[in-house]
Every structure is written in C-alpha cells, then in structure tokens.
C-alpha cells in the first residue's frame, strides 16, 4: 500500500488519542503504519535529504496542522493530547479530515494567515523558480517552529524557564561560563527572573537582565521600572526579555530614554533561540549550489 499524505492521516490520528490521554508522536508514527497496512521498505524509506522516514514526516505534520486547528495540545517535547475541541470533532464523526476542514477554527486561520492570500499564492507558486519555492518553504517552517516554541515556553516553569535564559544568554557568547551566568541570574517570586550578566567572558561591562513570561503585552510603565532597576544595579545596558509583546508605548519609549535598552519580545526569543540552536534539532539539511562556470574555461 502506498505512504498516505498527511491529509490522510489526520482522522486517523485524531481517533488514536480519544482515549484522552498523553501520547507520544514515536508511538503514534508505528500506529498509523500498522494501520495502513505499510511494509518494512515502505516505513523505512527516507525523504530526499536521508534524514527521516517519509511516514515520520507525514505524521508529524498532521499533528502539526491539527495543534494548530486546536485539536491536540502539545504536553511536552514529542508529546500530545487530544483537547475538547478534538472530542467534539470526533463526536460529529467526520468521513475525513484536511485542510479544508480546519479552515473553520479560528486558530487555524490564523495560523494560515502568513500567506496574504491562499488563492494567490497558489497562482504565484506556478510562476516562482525551485529555489524560490525552497526559500518560502523555509521560511513557513520556521515561522511554524518559532511560534510552536512560543507556545511552549509559556507553558514551562519558572525554573526551566531560568535555565533556558542562562543557555540562550551563554549561546549567544554572555555570561561567561554557566556557573558566573547561573550564580549572577537570581529568581524572583513573581514568575521571571532578573540579575547582573558579564557582557563579555572578561567581564569589561556588565548587561542587566530581567526576563518574565507574560501572557498580556508588556506596557511602558514595566519598562520605566526596568530602567530604574538599571540605575539601583549601576548598569547602563539592559535587555527585557518577555514571552508575548511589548506594547507601542513601551516600544518608544524604550528608543527614547538614555540607557541601552533592548526589548526581546517572545518572538525574537523564539528567532534567538533557533538561530543558536535552544530547545530545537536540525531535522534536515539542503545545500543549493550553482555551476561555477570558470572551472570549466580552457586555456
């Protein structure tokens, strides 16, 4: 029997997790190949790149879109659960799940909405060069992968998330070693943390840091405090890192006051830490090349 997309495999993995319990995505990659009656080739035959078995793939993006649509809700790393949406859906017994289905969940659609126009954009692709189509690829899994992360960092507790700042911080070349950025970022009771930061592993200037998951946008008056916490530390640079946005106001203000004050919204958190690899893996790697046309000039 042939791979099934992953449009077909949506009902069927919808249906796996009614038992309303945490599933792990590795299971369920040997549930649906059971279920459709997939060979030992047809499991274990890769993508182009060699990196990963289509089936895998496939499941993995059904799971994706339907997180998405509200359907699942991803528990932990690797893991999801089935939501009360999910049960709904399943209780009006549906012949079969895809996209156009999700369509009518609000989140879905604004999962979507990168594309401006979806029948546009169909036109456009038809006129768009292979490296063209790679390139908006690219960057559609990327933007999905930074707000999966969002997502989950909202959901991680004070502690992991003080531990993920030190290593992003420490990634990024701050700090030192993990023991001088552990000792100087202290925690707060108020769900974030904050404390002093070597800018460089010399220790020459100093960067306060004051981090907190935030389900509101971060307004100017969080920011006026911020800077007055700067003079009380004696520090003249500042980063303000929070998991969901930093209002208008707080945005000017922050270009207008004399410190050097860099706002981090969840975002940019999200970019940061897929650019120094933070809580992510590389799935696969593609290398575009082009001839190099003097190797082939004869003297």
Request: overall charge negative; hydrophobic content about 35%.
């Amino acid at each position: 029997m042939a791979i099934p997309d992953y449009q077909a495999i949506m009902l069927p993995l919808l249906k796996l997790a009614q038992d309303k319990q945490e599933h792990a995505i590795r299971d369920a990659h040997g549930h649906i190949a059971q279920l459709f009656g997939l060979t030992e080739d047809e499991r274990r035959e890769l993508l182009p790149s060699g990196q990963q078995p289509i089936i895998e793939n496939r499941v993995g993006w059904a799971k994706t879109y339907m997180t998405k649509a509200g359907l699942f809700e991803s528990t932990r790393r690797g893991h999801f659960r089935i939501t009360d949406l999910g049960m709904e859906v399943l209780s009006q017994n549906p012949p079969s799940i895809d996209l156009n289905f999700l369509r009518q969940f609000p989140s879905f659609i604004e999962f979507t909405r990168v594309r401006k126009d979806s029948d546009e954009e169909e036109d456009a692709a038809s006129s768009r060069t292979p490296q063209e189509l790679l390139e908006y690829g690219y960057q559609r899994i990327r933007k999905d992968l930074a707000q999966e992360i969002r997502d989950l960092v909202k959901g991680c507790s004070p502690r992991f998330f003080e531990r993920l700042v030190v290593k992003l911080l420490l990634k990024m070349g701050y700090g030192g070693s993990r023991i001088d950025a552990g000792e100087a970022i202290g925690r707060t009771n108020d769900g974030g943390i904050d404390g002093i930061i070597k800018e460089d592993k010399l220790g020459l200037d100093v960067i306060y840091i004051q981090a907190k998951r935030w389900e509101g946008n971060v307004g100017s008056g969080e920011i006026r405090n911020f800077v007055g916490s700067l003079v009380g530390q004696n520090a003249n640079k500042g980063v303000f890192i929070t998991t969901s946005d930093f209002s208008r106001d707080a945005q000017e203000y922050a270009k207008t006051i004399g410190h050097n004050v860099i706002l981090v919204d969840g975002q940019m958190l999200a970019d940061l830490m897929i650019d120094h690899d933070v809580g992510v893996s590389t799935v696969d790697s593609y290398e575009v090349k082009k001839v190099d046309t003097d190797y082939f000039l004869e003297d």
